[in-house]
């Protein structure tokens, strides 16, 4: 088996988020690090939401890519790092740029004092209200276009 | 799941602390998310609307994981082979050590929001001094969960505002609530022979210390909502020691019998 680390992060990399399949654990800055130590894959990612119920899929994904490049169970380490904790701004531009093509009105920037104003991702409308500042998963909160009058997700700040 | 916070781990920190302190003080802090992430999940389907239903679901989803973090990073400090599935699973009601706030029945709507304030207004301090923990396990948890408590805060009290400032029926029915909630309330603050040894290592938060922001935070959004502090000097405490109300007993019953009718099974 010859696998370099750089190739196996771009495969870990392409894993998609179970519950956003149209980005990557990439896009969303979950998948830290990639290290080769010997025999063994040591990956270290980083939760989302708490308890956002996707880290588990994620994990047994990252399992499976692991898997059919030669990683046998006991050569495989998975780690969970909090620190520091996982931001929106973590997500990077084409992760953004997905989001909003999936109808998703991306973060904003940043967000600890976020800046500018979400428009709706169908129409672009900048005239629009907030429903609920929780939605269909822990990193959502429900919106609607005053405008084409659609309801949409917008990934919260976090 | 592997706590891996950084390099350093805990135990280093804990020159003149008790090696089992730490164990017991991350404890209390599981516990209290865990006990409130399952009385919150008991409104899911019978919330007054979608949103709210939804809202609820996702702030236990969040106690929930958090309760999961500081009870693995719990087991990992224990070091006696137990999971945090085993320290959620397989303690009886006087092993747990939540705050007796936490515990109590939802009642109706009013009662669940005045909880849930009271409770985000003492996590958000908590984190925020947690955050500048010496264990930098329990500070990148705490750096974790802050961002999360700020958007319950944000509901919670938002709620309180609407209630309160709403209907007689919802004005009364919120003080009434408040009324039957602050015998609770000065537990949050109570020193303990844990906490606060651990304070003093530069480890812990001090109840005590916790209080005048969570005051100030209370008198803040009661006056915005037209709500009353109660004068009552009652007060009830010793979740902290595992003596509970009648309520925990019924909680862990339902949250537990699976594994304890089928130990280790899973889904």
């Keep these: 088996m010859v696998i370099t680390a750089e190739e196996l992060r771009l495969r870990l990399g392409a894993v998609p988020d179970p519950e956003l399949p149209w980005v990557t654990i990439e896009d969303l800055g979950v998948l830290r690090s990639v290290f080769l130590h010997d025999e063994r894959a040591v990956v270290e990612i980083t939760p989302t939401w708490s308890g956002c119920p996707a880290m588990d899929a994620i994990c047994d994904s990252i399992r499976q890519v692991l898997n059919e490049a030669g990683f046998g169970p006991e050569n495989i380490e998975i780690n969970t790092n909090y620190s520091p904790a996982w931001s929106t701004d973590d997500i990077t531009d084409a992760g953004r740029h997905k989001l909003a093509r999936a109808g998703i009105a991306p973060p904003r920037r940043p967000a600890e004092h976020p800046r500018g104003a979400t428009s709706c991702p169908r129409c672009l409308s900048g005239g629009v209200r907030q429903v609920s500042e929780f939605g269909a998963t822990p990193c959502k909160a429900l919106m609607v276009c005053q405008s084409c009058l659609e309801p949409f997700d917008r990934f919260k700040e976090l | 799941m592997v706590v891996t916070g950084t390099s350093e781990g805990g135990a280093d920190r804990?020159?003149?602390?008790?090696?089992?302190?730490?164990?017991?003080?991350?404890?209390?802090?599981?516990?209290?998310?865990?006990?409130?992430?399952?009385?919150?999940?008991?409104?899911?389907?019978?919330?007054?609307?979608?949103?709210?239903?939804?809202?609820?679901?996702?702030?236990?989803?969040?106690?929930?994981?958090?309760?999961?973090?500081?009870?693995?990073?719990?087991?990992?400090?224990?070091?006696?082979?137990?999971?945090?599935?085993?320290?959620?699973?397989?303690?009886?009601?006087?092993?747990?050590?939540?705050?007796?706030?936490?515990?109590?029945?939802?009642?109706?709507?009013?009662?669940?929001?005045?909880?849930?304030?009271?409770?985000?207004?003492?996590?958000?301090?908590?984190?925020?001094?947690?955050?500048?923990?010496?264990?930098?396990?329990?500070?990148?948890?705490?750096?974790?969960?802050?961002?999360?408590?700020?958007?319950?805060?944000?509901?919670?009290?938002?709620?309180?505002?609407?209630?309160?400032?709403?209907?007689?029926?919802?004005?009364?029915?919120?003080?009434?609530?408040?009324?039957?909630?602050?015998?609770?309330?000065?537990?949050?603050?109570?020193?303990?022979?844990?906490?606060?040894?651990?304070?003093?290592?530069?480890?812990?938060?001090?109840?005590n210390r916790l209080q005048p922001a969570w005051d100030l935070c209370v008198q803040d959004t009661f006056s915005t909502a037209g709500l009353l502090l109660p004068d009552d000097p009652f007060s009830r405490s010793g979740g902290r020691s595992g003596f509970h109300t009648e309520h925990l007993g019924y909680l862990l019953a339902e949250m537990q019998w699976m594994q304890r009718s089928y130990p280790g099974m899973q889904w």
């Design chain 2, 14 to 207: 804990l020159a003149g602390v008790p090696g089992s302190s730490l164990f017991r003080y991350v404890l209390y802090h599981a516990d209290d998310n865990l006990i409130l992430a399952q009385r919150l999940a008991e409104w899911i389907s019978r919330a007054h609307d979608l949103e709210e239903d939804i809202a609820l679901a996702n702030i236990a989803l969040d106690l929930l994981g958090r309760a999961r973090m500081l009870l693995a990073y719990a087991a990992q400090l224990e070091g006696k082979g137990r999971s945090e599935d085993d320290l959620a699973m397989f303690r009886s009601e006087r092993e747990f050590t939540n705050l007796l706030l936490v515990e109590q029945p939802n009642g109706d709507f009013a009662h669940t929001m005045v909880r849930q304030f009271f409770f985000d207004a003492y996590q958000l301090g908590l984190w925020k001094s947690l955050i500048r923990s010496a264990d930098s396990p329990l500070a990148a948890i705490a750096g974790k969960a802050i961002k999360e408590t700020r958007y319950h805060l944000r509901h919670s009290s938002h709620w309180l505002v609407r209630l309160g400032a709403g209907t007689t029926e919802s004005r009364r029915r919120t003080q009434r609530a408040i009324d039957g909630l602050w015998r609770f309330v000065p537990e949050m603050f109570e020193p303990d022979e844990v906490s606060d040894p651990l304070a003093d290592a530069g480890i812990g938060a001090c109840p």
